[in-house]
């Protein structure tokens, strides 16, 4: 079992930047990949990023390439998702996922394991 905790979530203006945080625990966290999803009021569910167990190894969705960044410190527990140039068309309530494997998944059905979620608003 692995229990995991988003924060870092808010409002920001266009343009502006956050850092969302998700501790994991329960389970050697230095082992398993991260995801990152995000859902949108009346959207469903869509992955953002992934990361492999060691960190070396990152994937993201198309319409955050080049201005987010997942990063992970295993010494931590933790897994982050800087966000810079945020749009308002990335307002949504984002997740946290742990998998079970070292190896990351850009579906959200093969993560075991969710953190509730942070809001991120992005509007004047």
């Known amino acids: 079992q692995v229990q995991v905790v988003e924060s870092g979530g808010g409002l920001v203006q266009p343009g502006g930047s956050l850092r969302l945080s998700c501790t994991a625990s329960?389970?050697?966290?230095?082992?398993?990949?991260m995801g990152w999803f995000r859902q949108a009021p009346d959207k469903e569910r869509e992955f953002v990023a992934a990361?492999?167990?060691?960190?070396?190894?990152?994937y993201y969705a198309d319409s955050v390439k080049g201005r987010f960044t997942i990063s992970r410190d295993n010494a931590k527990t933790t897994v982050y998702l800087q966000m810079n140039s945020l749009k308002p068309a990335d307002t949504a309530v984002y997740y946290c996922a742990a998998s079970n494997i070292g190896s990351y998944y850009t579906e959200g059905y093969k993560y075991p394991y969710w953190g509730q979620g942070t809001q991120v608003t992005v509007s004047s």
């Open positions: 990361i492999n167990w060691r960190g070396g190894n990152t």
């Open positions: 329960g389970r050697t966290f230095s082992n398993i990949a």
